[in-house]
Structures are given as structure tokens and as C-alpha cells.
């Protein structure tokens, strides 16, 4: 079992930047491919970007590219998502993801774990 806690979110004005954080505990973090998704209100929950384990393979939507970056830091159980140049079209609920298998890094209900969620407002 996986257990992952999102931090770091808040209200941001158009243009700013946030970091989010997922700390992860239990099974051998370095072991599972991390993800971050977003919801907005009245949309369906979508592909923000991935990480391989072995950080060799990472995909971005193409909405992001460019302005968002994933990390992960093994030693510290943790995968980061540092989002510059937000836009208010940024704003969601970002949830962070993992799983052991390493393909379809964009498919949802491929992650085995989630965290809660954690808000993003992105002011005009």
C-alpha cells in the first residue's frame, strides 16, 4: 500500500508559480511511476504530467509543456510539480498518482494509488 500527501497549493495570481510536493510512504517509492492530474469544476479529471522511475521518460500535456516540470526526489520519498507562468485556466484540483507498470503514463485509471487533492486557483 501506497499512501501520497499533496502540499504546496494556493491562490496565485495570473503568471506566478507554485511547487507543488507528494510525499509518498510504504512500498519502495523509487519503485513506481508518479503522475500529476488535475480536475476542474464540471470537467473530467485530466493528464497533467508523468514520470518514469527511472526519470529517463517524462510526458507532458501539451497544455503544460513548457511551463510545468516534474521531479522526484527518491531519497525523500517525494515527487515534485513546479508550474510557472500560471494561467487562470490552470486552476483545478491536482492529484498526484503512482503505479508499478510503466506504459499509458497518461491513463487515469491505470494508477494503482492517489492523494486526496490538493486546490490551485489561478486569479486573472
Known amino acids: 500500500q501506497v499512501q501520497l500527501v499533496e502540499s504546496g497549493g494556493g491562490l496565485v495570481q495570473a503568471g506566478g508559480s507554485l511547487r507543488l510536493s507528494c510525499a509518498a510512504s510504504?512500498?519502495?517509492?523509487?519503485?513506481?511511476?508518479m503522475g500529476w492530474f488535475r480536475q476542474a469544476p464540471g470537467k473530467e479529471r485530466e493528464f497533467v504530467a508523468a514520470?518514469?522511475?527511472?526519470?529517463?521518460?517524462?510526458y507532458y500535456a501539451d497544455s503544460v509543456k513548457g511551463r510545468f516540470t516534474i521531479s522526484r526526489d527518491n531519497a525523500k520519498n517525494t515527487v515534485y510539480l513546479q508550474m510557472n507562468s500560471l494561467k487562470p485556466e490552470d486552476t483545478a484540483v491536482y492529484y498526484c498518482?503512482?503505479?508499478?507498470?510503466?506504459?499509458?503514463?497518461?491513463?487515469?485509471?491505470?494508477?494503482?494509488?492517489w492523494g486526496q487533492g490538493i486546490q490551485v486557483t489561478v486569479s486573472s
Open positions: 510504504g512500498r519502495t517509492f523509487s519503485s513506481y511511476t
Open positions: 514520470m518514469y522511475r527511472s526519470a529517463n521518460n517524462i
Open positions: 498518482a503512482a503505479k508499478i507498470v510503466e506504459f499509458n503514463p497518461m491513463v487515469a485509471n491505470l494508477y494503482n494509488y
